[in-house]
């Protein structure tokens, strides 16, 4: 059964950063592209980003472009988002995510197995 478990997320100021880690389980991690999504209260989950399964090719949502980085470490089966200036408009709960594919995706529908989330809150 596969598991994806977020953390580091929270309560900070416009401009701080925040890196939010994913630890996965119950699958081969080097057959999956991962990724990163959010979801604003009364909106659609939409794409952040994310990373092929040798970290060799990212993509990002125009919003992250510049401030946000997606990483994988394939010996702890993790993926990384640092998110660095912060903006209000960043507050989510986000979401990791596991594609069973080659490339890279920014669709929803996708992506096989799910995490719980973890809120991020951006005060002004």
């Known amino acids: 059964q596969v598991q994806l478990v977020e953390s580091g997320g929270g309560l900070v100021q416009a401009g701080d950063s925040l890196r939010l880690s994913c630890v996965a389980s119950g699958l081969f991690f080097t057959r999956y592209a991962m990724g990163w999504f959010r979801q604003a209260p009364g909106t659609e989950r939409e794409f952040v980003a994310a990373?092929?399964?040798?970290?060799?090719?990212?993509q990002y949502a125009d919003y992250a472009k510049g401030r946000f980085a997606i990483s994988r470490d394939n010996a702890k089966n993790t993926v990384d988002l640092q998110m660095n200036n912060l903006k209000p408009e960043d507050t989510a709960v986000y979401y990791c995510?596991?594609?069973?594919?080659?490339?890279?995706?920014?669709?929803?529908?996708?992506?096989?197995?799910w995490g719980q989330g973890t809120q991020v809150t951006v005060s002004s």
């Open positions: 990373i092929r399964w040798d970290g060799y090719s990212t």
């Open positions: 995510a596991a594609d069973r594919t080659y490339g890279t995706s920014r669709y929803v529908k996708e992506y096989d197995s």
